[in-house]
């Protein structure tokens, strides 16, 4: 089972900017979703932004609309989340995901969909 590796977390002030990285196997993202989720203790996964299998399309979760920005490199082994006016609210644990699913044309929303999750990384945002 492919392995995913969640970096760039750390501690931030409020308005501040950090960039995640998740970086996985050769082709773990071909032909599949991937997202990005984060959750605080005591409540399930949020989901935040997610790429299509096609890597031609980007949804945002409410939180993240405006601010985060999801993205890839061009060997697609390494998808991004570029967060910018970070608020107290952001804080989190953030994780990748591949989706159970091949070849989705919008990536999915839902936790269960996806399979394969990395370690998380902590992001704290100080006011």
């Known amino acids: 089972q492919a392995q995913l590796v969640e970096s760039g977390g750390g501690l931030v002030q409020a308005g501040g900017s950090l960039r995640l990285s998740c970086v996985a196997p050769?082709?773990?993202?071909?032909?599949?979703?991937v997202a990005w989720f984060r959750q605080v203790p005591g409540k399930g996964r949020e989901f935040v932004a997610g790429?299509?299998?096609?890597?031609?399309?980007?949804i945002y979760g409410d939180s993240a609309k405006g601010r985060f920005t999801m993205s890839t490199d061009n060997r697609k082994t390494t998808v991004y989340l570029q967060m910018s006016s970070l608020k107290p609210e952001d804080t989190a644990v953030y994780y990748c995901?591949?989706?159970?699913?091949?070849?989705?044309?919008?990536?999915?929303?839902?936790?269960?969909?996806?399979?394969?999750w990395g370690q998380g990384t902590q992001v704290t945002v100080s006011s």
């Open positions: 050769v082709r773990t993202f071909m032909w599949y979703s």
């Open positions: 995901a591949v989706d159970k699913t091949r070849n989705r044309r919008t990536p999915p929303t839902n936790v269960d969909d996806y399979t394969v």
């Open positions: 790429l299509s299998a096609s890597f031609d399309k980007v």
